[in-house]
């Protein structure tokens, strides 16, 4: 009996081993001493990476927060799906990546892929958009066709974009509506285009902004759960993106946000649940040579 009981506890803690994490990709910050720290935000307990699995597992809805040109981003996130597929039952994937015009070639790829059938040309089968480094996402991709869970499109299209700024639509609810929000984001907006934008485009910049996380809001609601979103480090926040809008469509609760964050960028409490600092990228100044 002993033995038996031995083999099966052995069992089940094979099962739930999780897979090797992987190695450091970017340049700086590898001495930094929150380097690959995991902290909860909401305790300022620091986890272990199993431990932040068996925490997450339980989300009906998981928001996984981004720097999109961070290769150590995109291997965590591989290396949390891997881990996370062997404690929970299989649901959806979204990404802020894919468009709804794409939705019925992924679905095309992965019913192949399920059958061993993997086009030559991965990328073209999937009309992966250029401004998404392939090379980025490419293996977390591929091992996402390869699951049980759909694979599904989170973002708004390009038509849908255009008609945004042509006429700009009523956002409903509170939450997202707030006046400090709008203000947070038209800064962020603001910074991110070096202070070089007219005023008179921020209003549409903003409303663009503020659907695209109404879209993965609304994409969340309706995809199988537990749900698992990959997107954009603002499009996650927990005060001024999804989760504001989620709040509004009255689905606030079962939700976790974990934010992947470069060494040096702090994030609070009162924008994730938890955060995982990794190394950063080099320092880019994409303002430089622009006139003030």
Request: aromatic share 6%.
């Amino acid at each position: 009996m002993r033995i038996l009981l031995f083999c099966c506890l052995a069992l089940l803690a094979a099962c739930h081993s999780l897979p090797p994490l992987p190695a450091w990709q970017s340049p700086e910050g590898r001495t930094h001493a929150d380097l690959g720290v995991i902290r909860d935000l909401r305790t300022d307990e620091r986890l272990t990476p199993a431990q932040l699995v068996e925490r997450l597992a339980g989300a009906e809805r998981l928001l996984i927060g981004e720097q999109h040109d961070n290769p150590d981003h995109h291997a965590l996130q591989l290396w949390l799906l891997q881990a996370l597929g062997q404690q929970r039952a299989p649901g959806s994937l979204l990404l802020e990546m894919l468009e709804p015009g794409q939705q019925a070639r992924v679905d095309a790829v992965r019913g192949a892929a399920m059958r061993g059938d993997w086009p030559a040309d991965l990328p073209q089968a999937l009309a992966w958009q250029r401004g998404w480094d392939w090379q980025q996402y490419a293996g977390l991709v591929r091992y996402s066709l390869a699951q049980p869970e759909p694979l599904l499109a989170a973002n708004l299209d390009r038509a849908e974009v255009v008609q945004i700024y042509r006429s700009l639509p009523v956002l409903r609810g509170e939450a997202a509506t707030a006046p400090a929000v709008r203000a947070q984001l038209l800064e962020q907006i603001r910074e991110a285009h070096c202070g070089q934008l007219p005023e008179s485009q921020l209003p549409a910049m903003l409303s663009v902004q503020q659907q695209r996380d109404r879209r993965m809001a609304e994409r969340l609601l309706a995809a199988p759960m537990p749900a698992i979103l990959l997107a954009g480090a603002f499009h996650v926040r927990r005060d001024l993106g999804v989760p504001l809008h989620l709040a509004d469509l009255g689905a606030a609760g079962g939700l976790q946000v974990l934010q992947l964050a470069e060494v040096g960028r702090p994030v609070a409490a009162t924008q994730a649940d938890f955060v995982w600092y990794t190394p950063a990228q080099p320092v880019r100044d994409y303002c430089a040579g622009l006139g003030g």
